[in-house]
């Protein structure tokens, strides 16, 4: 069965751009889509971390939206976290909520892109 | 002596779902220290206090709220 599916991804954030969209493409190369539909994306960008993760106190975020059976996930998750470059994932269960961030004000003067 | 009615905010502001990556909803419902605020405190109805629990350990989770606040160690 399928069902509606929401991820966050947090990237190191010294990674370029171009690099963050191949890797989304490799990752979701293992999500294919019925009727084969784009898997949205929403590209948040740099943003300071609550708490440093993996010595780092920037993370690159986006969130996504995808299909997917809960057969696909393991193996799904399991490409997560080999991949290097992605510090953090959540994948959660899609109640509806949007994708867009909330900017917080101390975010918006560190954003440069 | 009767205790002052407090009304659930999320239900006032018409959210539907509580979402947890919207840190700024969330962080009006945590205390000083980052923990969460009891709904006894904050007036927040059952249904509204079990979405923002499973909400604020998810925003935890990815880095959007700290569990802890202050700590610098």
Redesign the interface.
């Given at each position: 069965m399928l069902r509606r599916y929401e991820a966050v991804y947090i990237f190191d954030s010294a990674l370029e751009e171009p690099a963050i969209t191949e890797k989304l493409g490799r990752f979701h190369a293992l999500l294919p889509q019925p009727g084969d539909a784009p898997i949205e994306a929403n590209h948040w960008g740099k943003r300071t971390l609550a708490y440093p993760v993996a010595g780092r106190e920037t993370g690159y975020y986006v969130v996504t939206r995808f299909q997917a059976s809960g057969e696909m996930l393991p193996e799904f998750e399991r490409a997560l976290k080999l991949d290097e470059g992605l510090l953090r994932h959540l994948i959660v269960l899609d109640e509806g909520a949007q994708m867009a961030p909330t900017p917080s004000a101390k975010d918006a003067e560190e954003d440069d892109s | 002596m009767s205790r002052s009615q407090k009304t659930c905010a999320i239900c006032e502001s018409g959210v539907?779902?509580v979402?947890?990556?919207?840190?700024?909803?969330l962080s009006r419902f945590l205390t000083e220290r980052g923990k969460i605020l009891p709904s006894r405190l904050s007036g927040t109805c059952a249904r509204h206090q079990r979405q923002l629990s499973t909400a604020i350990k998810?925003a935890?989770?990815?880095?959007?709220?700290?569990?802890i606040k202050g700590f610098n160690g």
């Open positions: - | 539907r779902v979402d947890f990556k919207d840190e700024r909803l998810r935890r989770q990815v880095a959007l709220l700290p569990y």
